[in-house]
Nanobody
Framework: QVQLVESGGGLVQPGGSLRLSCETS????????MGWYRQAPGKQRELVAV???????TYAVSVKGRFTISRDNAKNTVYLQMNSLKPEDTAVYYC??????????WGQGTQVTVSS
């Protein structure tokens, strides 16, 4: 199983930016899909963005144009750049990986709070 360590969450004002990082315990060359999910209080966990080894990316409609997912193979890290943040982006953000055998791993989550 892949160990994932997330960082970069925090408190930011509306309109601000944050960059989340998710470092994996093994080479992401062995990982097919890497993505970010979020869960707000009282809501189900939802997909934010995902990127595959083939280079395709998918975004939730609510974040398209504001968030960018990227991966650095040399650093075994996936990033989520979040711009123009809104209060409704407040949630715990989780990193998830899926390898080529469809084994999924989750990070512990990092809190993002958007508030003035």
């Amino acid at each position: 199983q892949v160990q994932l360590v997330e960082s970069g969450g925090g408190l930011v004002q509306p309109g601000g930016s944050l960059r989340l990082s998710c470092e994996t315990s093994r080479s992401i060359a062995s990982i097919n899909a890497m993505g970010w999910y979020r869960q707000a209080p009282g809501k189900q966990r939802e997909l934010v963005a995902v990127t595959t080894s083939g280079g395709s990316t998918t975004y939730a409609v609510s974040v398209k144009g504001r968030f960018t997912i990227s991966r650095d193979n040399a650093k075994n890290t996936v990033y989520l750049q979040m711009n123009s943040l809104k209060p409704e982006d407040t949630a715990v953000y989780y990193c998830k990986t899926v390898d080529y055998r469809q084994n999924a791993s989750w990070g512990q989550g990092t809190q993002v709070t958007v508030s003035s």
